[in-house]
């Protein structure tokens, strides 16, 4: 595991989906399911837009947007910086 973000440390090797999916599992999945929440991948596009759902407590919260693009967002284009934009999917 790589000590900043818990993902496996093999990046180089893996798909952009697995990467998304490592991020997705080791940091902001235990973060939304902390507050009752949890997120969902749907795809990427051709263009390495992340399409995502959110759920639970998450879904309809009026912080949602902010939830998807000041926080999941970030820190996937911070750790992935091939990452074009995060697509909020109801």
């Given at each position: 595991?790589?000590e900043?973000?818990?993902?496996s440390?093999?990046?180089?090797?893996?798909?952009?989906?697995?990467?998304?999916?490592?991020?997705?599992?080791?940091?902001?999945?235990?973060?939304?399911?902390?507050?009752?929440?949890?997120?969902?991948?749907?795809?990427?596009?051709?263009?390495?837009?992340?399409?995502?759902?959110?759920?639970?407590?998450?879904?309809?919260?009026?912080?949602?947007?902010?939830?998807?693009?000041?926080?999941?967002?970030?820190?996937?284009?911070?750790?992935?910086?091939e990452?074009?934009?995060?697509?909020?999917?109801?």
């Amino acid at each position: 595991m790589c000590e900043k973000c818990g993902c496996s440390g093999t990046n180089a090797e893996q798909t952009l989906e697995q990467k998304v999916t490592d991020l997705i599992d080791s940091v902001i999945r235990p973060a939304l399911q902390g507050h009752g929440g949890d997120v969902e991948l749907i795809g990427i596009d051709d263009d390495k837009n992340i399409k995502l759902r959110l759920q639970g407590a998450c879904q309809g919260c009026p912080g949602a947007a902010m939830t998807m693009k000041a926080g999941i967002e970030r820190l996937l284009k911070e750790k992935l910086p091939e990452v074009n934009k995060v697509i909020a999917v109801n």
